[in-house]
């Protein structure tokens, strides 16, 4: 089993940054992959980014040039810099470790 807990979600207007975090209860090494997805009301969960054990990204193209995954093997922690944010950047943020577990989810929120 293992426990993902994300933050930094928040407030922010239109063109501002944020960082999210998503913290591990145990190693991320053993998972494939981790990422981000998100869920805008009324929409389905969509891929937002993912970064491989080797460190290889993949974006979904609203994000691309905007966003950076990044992870910290040693911290079991895995980032994602959201910068230029737009208003249908508005979601709950999840965490998931090769979509075997998912965190609880963190809301950002961009104003226009």
């Known amino acids: 089993q293992v426990q993902l807990v994300e933050s930094g979600g928040g407030l922010v207007q239109a063109g501002g940054s944020l960082r999210l975090s998503c913290a591990a209860s145990?190693?991320?090494?053993?998972?494939?992959?981790m990422g981000w997805y998100r869920q805008a009301p009324g929409k389905q969960r969509e891929l937002v980014a993912t970064?491989?054990?080797?460190?290889?990204?993949n974006y979904a193209d609203s994000v691309k040039g905007r966003f950076t995954i990044s992870r910290d093997n040693a911290k079991n922690t895995v980032y994602l810099q959201m910068n230029s944010l737009k208003p249908e950047d508005t979601a709950v943020y999840y965490c998931?470790?090769?979509?075997?577990?998912w965190g609880q989810g963190t809301q950002v929120t961009v104003s226009s």
């Open positions: 145990r190693t991320i090494f053993m998972f494939k992959f």
């Open positions: 970064i491989t054990t080797g460190g290889n990204t």
């Open positions: 998931t470790s090769g979509l075997v577990y």
